[in-house]
Structures are given as C-alpha cells and as structure tokens.
C-alpha cells in the first residue's frame, strides 16, 4: 500500500508536459502546475495568437500570465525525492515504432492509450485525464489508439469527416455536403455505419456458416482420406491373401503332379527292369543252348549225334518280341503337353481377368466431384483420343484417317467375320473405353438424311439380329443424339427426347463418368448445351456413330489439341 501511495504522489507531482517530476514548479489560475520551463516554452508556441491556454484544461488567459515559483510544491517535490518519486516509467510504457505515440508528450513520448475522434489527437494515460475529469471533454468519443486520425480530416476545408455521401461513395465534411455534394444523397457517418454495421453482420453470418461448411467438409475429406486408406489396405491384404493362396494351390498341385510322375516312372522303371531281368535270363539260357548245340555240331559220332539232338529238351516259347517293339515309347510326352496347356489357359484367364481388375482400380476416383467446365478450353482439359475399331464397323463403313473417320458406302467392305461386329445397323464403335471425366468432338460432313447418331454405349450391347436392341440409343446400354437436318433427338432404352439448339456440322460429348453426367454441345464460335443425361453408369463406356441411310456421308472424331483453342464460351 505504501508503494501505490509513492505512485500517486509521484504522478500527481509531475509535469504533465515532460513527465517528469516538476522543476520549479508554477501553477496556473486554474489549479494545474507545470515546470516553469515546460510551460513557457508551451506559451512560446502560443504567441502569435496572443492568447495563452493551459495544456491540460484549455481554459484561456489574456494577457501572458506572469508566472511565480510554487515554493511549496518546490519543497514536497524535493521530498518526495528521496521516496523514489524520480523512477522513470518503464520502458514497456514508452511507443515503440510499432504503436501510436502520445501526441501530447515531449521528449520521449509514452504509448497512447486513447485517441480522441473530436480533438482528432492521442493520449498517453496522465494527458488523458481531462477527457475524464473537464465536463466538455466528457462528451468526447475516445477510441482504441489509431495512426489513422488524420484521414478523419476534410482536405479541402480542413474539418472533421463526418458525413458520408451515398452518390460518390466517399466520406465527407459538412462544408462539402452544401458545397461540391450538393443535391447528393449524403447521410451522417453514424447512418451509414449502421447501415453498413448491418451488412458486415451479415457478411460474417455467412462467413461463419461458409467457415462451418467448409470445416464440415475438411472433416468429410479427412474421413474420406482414412477410408480410401483402409480400402487400400483391405484391397492389398485381400489381394496378397488371394493370390499367396493361388499361389499355394499351385504348388500343391505341382508336388502332387510330382508325386504322381514319380509315382507313375517307378512303376514303370520297376515293370521295365523286371522285364529286363526276364529277358537276361532268357539270354542266358539261350547262351547256353547255343553252346550246348555248337559242342554238339562239333561230334563225329553220327549215332551219338542223333542220339544226343533227339535228348536236348525244347525251348520255352518266345513271349517278348512280338510285344517290345509295337510302337515307340512316348514316357510322359502327354503330360508334358497337359501342363503346357493349362500353362496357356491360366495365362489367358489372368489376362483377361487382369484387364478387369486394372481397370476397376482405374477407376477409383477419389476427387471431389467437379463443376462442368464453362469454356471449350476448359472442356478441351479432358480431351480424348478416339479411335475406331474395325472389328465393331458394319460391313458398309469404311474407316479412314487412323481410323478416326468414318464413311457410309454402297459397297461392303472385306471384313473379317468377328463377334464384335454390328451385322444389321450401320454403326461403330470406339476402341478405347471410356472412364473418369472424357471429352471428344464429333465432325458431320454430307447430307443429314435420315440423321447422324453421335453415341455412347456399353460394350455389352447386341451386335447382330433384325432388332432394335442393337441400335444405338433403343436399349438400355446406350445413348444417342441424333442429328437431323433442322433437328435433334435424343433416344434412349426406346425413348426419344426432342432436342433444340443451333445446327451444328460440329458435336462435342462431355462425359463424366463417376457422376454420371452426359452432356451433347452445339460447337461453332460458342458451345451450346443441347441435352445433358444424370444416370449411374455401372460399366465403362464406348463412344459410337451410326449413320443412317447416307451414302457418302461421313462422321470424323476430331484430333483435339489445347493449343488450337485460345477462347470460346458456352452458348
């Protein structure tokens, strides 16, 4: 308590101009005192007006008041001395180059504490007391500290802005609202605050819910992150469990084949070495009766020859050379051949059951759905390469131009028979398959009757028969805008759609597959949307034409590049 008692003594006995303790201190008629330096070099200011005021109430004196030393106050400021009554601020109390500075200060300035919108000056704590203490100053509006006080002030009549002209936009003086703004629509800068306090209240609201929307979605998002990881996870464990599995499999079924030839070749190799012990013996014993008989052919005893031949006993039947040599011995040839057979049915079923799996991991998108693009070169992002294949082309279609252009002929062409081939409808398919997000342009040249067909469709549609389930755009697998000459239609599992836009020589197709969006554009110097289709596309897609009744007439998918396009807005 003593040391907020020094406190107090320190700041009431010290200049409020230079803030520090008072120099032959003098006091003014109105109460306030200064050093006698402080306030003569105030008053030295004032000259020129020839009217003196004091610093801190502004009360006015006339003439110069003559000023005496306050031997009074001289003698308690000298005591207070030995309290610590000399103790400079902090130096966290003085502005740095970062704050507002006390305007009021000398020397050394202390921060402001307060700015004041009618005196248009800053305040440190001690010049401030006025604003509370003197009833006039009470009715002034103080504020947080600002650097910005001066841009308050009219620079053409040099007062206060505090008016706001609604025609020009700007603030205002009174003097300019009856001069240069004259007749405009001018409100109190009060009234315009509270206008537009209304609108930044609800600028914020929506601020606010964006914020919450957006926070709500990067939760979304990061949920997405930990599925698409654990999916991942899933996927690889699965897949490495499968196949380590397949692979086990083969391996069982390699020792058992193994076992089984292993098996098989030692009962052979045994039926074989038994066989041939049979037959060293049967050598053996005919070793031995040719001997017998050469010693005898030896003998010139023709009584005892005879004798002896008719004695020899008879060979055993000859039951091995009739059976050896029937045909050439092809061991395990067979399954050899069995093997290298399932070798190339396994490598086909992987194949074509590989193409699949890629594909399916190809098409997991894990982008947030996107707008369409509202410029051709924004379409022209997602330009696709389309080619036709041959194998689906109807026999009176010829294929040019890397087989991107196709033309309708009188006469068939020499295509090889193919499951994949349209035998009753004059249409053709894309070879690529179509996933993700896809653009492509298709150009019609020749004569519009009977219409062009510019189509998507899955590769499941029916190649061949007299019906309508092989037609583009008549089933449930495809789709199809079909150009007219002053119309378009849409058709559809059978159903059509009548279409109206702009006659175009040129269509282009915007596909996105994941969110099933299809959409045709009249392409010319703008692009204009024809139909747009919102459906679930459960496969990939093929893009296709179908020409009707039109010899001569051709449709080409245009070799699409970024840089041919520089502008070009939608329609």
């Not at 998507?456 to 190649?463: A, D, E, L």
Request: a negative charge; aromatic letters at 8%.
């Amino acid at each position: 308590m003593a040391q907020k008692g020094v406190q107090l003594d320190r700041e009431t006995f010290s200049c409020s101009i230079c803030l520090d303790p008072l120099k032959d201190p003098v006091t003014t008629s109105c109460g306030h005192s200064y050093c006698m330096s402080c306030i003569r070099a105030h008053w030295d200011g004032e000259d020129e007006k020839r009217m003196y005021s004091c610093p801190q109430c502004r009360q006015t004196f006339t003439p110069r008041p003559v000023l005496l030393k306050n031997t009074m106050l001289a003698a308690l400021v000298e005591e207070l001395k030995k309290t610590g009554l000399q103790a400079a601020p902090a130096d966290h109390c003085y502005a740095g180059a970062e704050d507002v500075a006390c305007d009021f200060c000398t020397g050394r300035k202390l921060k402001a504490l307060k700015s004041c919108l009618v005196c248009l000056v800053s305040y440190c704590e001690q010049h401030l007391q006025p604003h509370y203490e003197v009833a006039a100053f009470k009715k002034h509006k103080l504020v947080e500290p600002s650097r910005k006080l001066q841009e308050n002030i009219c620079s053409r009549h040099d007062e206060v802005m505090k008016m706001f002209c609604r025609t020009d936009q700007q603030s205002i003086c009174y003097l300019c609202s009856v001069d240069q703004h004259k007749g405009h629509d001018t409100v109190s800068a009060a009234a315009e605050r509270t206008e537009r306090q209304t609108e930044l209240e609800r600028s914020r609201l929506n601020i606010q819910q964006r914020i919450q929307d957006r926070e709500k979605d990067l939760k979304e998002l990061q949920q997405e992150v930990e599925d698409i990881c654990s999916s991942a996870d899933e996927a690889v464990e699965h897949g490495e469990e499968t196949f380590t599995e397949l692979i086990r499999l083969m391996e069982r079924r390699s020792s058992e084949l193994k076992r089984q030839v292993r098996s098989q070749q030692e009962a052979e190799v045994s039926r074989v070495k038994e066989l041939q012990e049979e037959l060293e013996q049967e050598i053996g014993e005919l070793k031995r009766r040719d001997a017998e008989l050469e010693e005898l052919s030896h003998t010139e005893d023709h009584s005892q020859f005879v004798h002896s031949y008719r004695s020899l006993p008879a060979l055993r039947e000859d039951t091995h050379s009739s059976s050896i040599n029937i045909r050439p011995l092809r061991h395990f040839e067979d399954v050899t051949a069995a093997v290298s057979e399932l070798r190339e049915k396994l490598q086909d079923a992987l194949r074509d059951h590989w193409t699949n799996i890629s594909l399916t991991v190809t098409q997991v998108d894990v982008l947030l759905p996107q707008p369409e693009p509202t410029t051709r070169a924004g379409f022209l992002r997602y330009a696709q390469q389309i080619t036709l294949d041959p194998n689906t082309a109807y026999r009176n279609l010829l294929l040019s131009e890397e087989n991107r252009k196709v033309t309708r002929v009188k006469q068939q062409q020499s295509y090889s028979d193919h499951p994949d081939r349209f035998t009753d409808c004059c249409q053709v398919l894309s070879r690529e398959s179509l996933t993700g997000r896809c653009y492509w342009e298709v150009e019609i040249r020749g004569r519009w009757f009977g219409g062009f067909g510019v189509a998507v469709t899955y590769k499941s549609i029916r190649r061949d028969g007299g019906s309508e389930d092989s037609v583009l755009g008549y089933n449930d697998k495809s789709w199809s805008l079909v150009c007219y000459t002053n119309s378009y239609q849409f058709y559809h599992n059978s159903v059509q759609t009548p279409v109206s836009g702009p006659r175009s020589s040129r269509v282009g197709v915007y596909l996105d597959h994941r969110a099933g969006v299809l959409s045709f554009y009249s392409v010319s110097e703008t692009m204009t949307l024809l139909h747009r289709v919102q459906t679930s596309f459960t496969q990939p897609l093929h893009a296709g034409v179908l020409i009707h009744y039109n010899p001569g007439a051709c449709a080409e998918f245009m070799n699409l590049r970024q840089s041919e396009v520089v502008s070009g807005t939608l329609g």
